[in-house]
């Protein structure tokens, strides 16, 4: 029996999801569901903003004078590394570029349907199953062309995996007199360049890697910028027109009063504030429960615990993205193909329960329960431990922790260090 699946999203996780699974074809009949004309999810830059010529608004979050915040080397698939002449960080274009020659060398395109909106995932009847997967449920897939939603069609598939990204439902605070605000609000999704700030007083609220990157390319053209953020100071040199400054406590007119008391007029303010996970085709049958950022109920981020067949990819956060995709998608093969016996509904929620106590415990707010950062590399080593696949050799954490030290030191730097890797066992500083 073939197991028939549907990935929703053509980005860089749905693109690992067709690649593995494609290439069992006695095992998988695998569809991707992509409703941009091209694939690449949100490398794929576009000086629009809002919406797209179908009414649809605009997925990527992607600026123009982007580069990678980690550096190529780190960045690849497993089994698919960049190309060697470039430099360690890289132009948004050249991943895009990786991207596409990674579905090429794969032959993706030929499982993609482009331009094509899923409207509906919604669980079908109760399958009792004898194959190898033992799925338990099947679900209903209904879809259409962007450029005519009417014309409806729905399809039946064994196991659905979400691969829609959280980078395109930007996350706004509600700050006291923000709807009144007499400059200009824009948030880091809709920013493309620094022309727009020329001379302006520009307040940037948040100092994940966005709000850093953003802020130092604003300075090229803005009077000042404001990096208000409420984490510890950032100890690195900034250029001389950026301060950091508290977060916002309420606004009026043009004036900003921060946390401290101080009050600045500014003409812009740009949000750096993060974004919504957003599945607005899961019907209310999928039991998909969106707590201020924690989705429940995944066993190990990734896996429905009542509808093992539905998985999700990439929803993880503060990690090394293409890296993590392939070990969640591997064990996701493993699952679907029956090499993998899962725990039962009951002792997969009492793991994550476990984990999501833990990491309270340890001071973690619940909107960041998906947030691994250092823990994801025991992530990755378990999910690969659980398919039977290899792990991540030990250089490229390795690697990853020396540019997070770099970056805090000089976030105006670092990107121009370049690196060569030694016997596939360590790395140095080209020179």
Not at 169 to 198: C, W
Not at 234 to 242: G, S, Y
Not at 401 to 409: H, S, T
Request: glycine share 6%; charged share 20%.
């Amino acid at each position: 029996m073939v197991v028939r699946v549907a990935v929703i999203g053509c980005g860089a996780a749905g693109l690992c999801v067709l690649r593995h699974l494609a290439s069992q074809p006695s095992v998988f009949s695998v569809t991707g569901f992509e409703q941009c004309s091209e694939l690449g999810g949100t490398w794929v830059y576009t000086d629009s903003i809002g919406t797209d010529q179908n009414g649809l608004p605009i997925h990527s979050s992607m600026y123009k004078n982007l580069r990678t915040n980690l550096p190529k080397e780190v960045m690849a698939f497993p089994d698919f590394e960049f190309d060697k002449d470039l430099p360690s960080f890289i132009l948004h274009t050249d991943v895009l570029r990786y991207l596409k020659d990674y579905a090429a060398h794969f032959e993706l395109l030929k499982y993609i349907k482009f331009q094509t909106l899923v409207l509906e995932v919604d669980p079908a009847e109760y399958q009792v199953s004898t194959s190898s997967a033992k799925l338990g449920h099947k679900w209903k897939v209904t879809f259409a062309p962007v450029t005519d939603r009417s014309n409806l069609v729905t399809e039946e598939y064994d196991a659905v995996v979400v691969c829609n990204g959280h980078y395109a439902v930007p996350k706004i605070p509600d700050i006291p007199g923000l709807g009144a605000f007499e400059g200009e609000v824009m948030h880091s999704h809709n920013y493309r360049t620094p022309k727009l700030f020329q001379d302006k007083t520009v307040l940037c609220l948040g100092a994940g890697p966005s709000g850093q990157d953003i802020c130092v390319e604003l300075a090229s053209t803005a009077r000042m910028v404001y990096l208000c953020h409420n984490k510890p100071l950032l100890e690195t040199p900034l250029p001389d027109n950026v301060q950091q400054k508290p977060g916002i406590d309420f606004i009026k007119g043009f004036k900003v009063t921060l946390l401290n008391g101080e009050e600045h007029h500014v003409d812009f303010i740009l949000f750096c504030t993060g974004y919504y996970f957003n599945f607005p085709f899961l019907t209310d049958k999928c039991h998909v429960n969106i707590s201020d950022g924690c989705i429940m109920p995944l066993y190990k981020h990734l896996i429905h615990t009542e509808f093992p067949s539905l998985f999700f990819i990439g929803i993880c956060k503060t990690v090394v993205p293409f890296p993590l995709f392939h070990f969640q998608v591997k064990l996701v093969q493993a699952v679907l193909e029956g090499a993998v016996k899962l725990p039962s509904k009951e002792e997969m929620d009492a793991d994550t329960e476990a984990e999501y106590q833990k990491r309270r415990s340890e001071g973690l707010p619940h909107r960041h329960f998906h947030v691994l950062a250092s823990q994801q590399w025991e992530y990755n080593d378990e999910m690969a431990l659980m398919a039977g696949c290899s792990k991540l050799p030990d250089w490229v954490r390795n690697l990853d922790g020396a540019v997070r030290i770099m970056r805090r030191k000089n976030i105006t730097q670092y990107k121009n260090v370049n690196f060569v890797l030694l016997d596939g066992e360590s790395f140095a500083i080209a020179s």
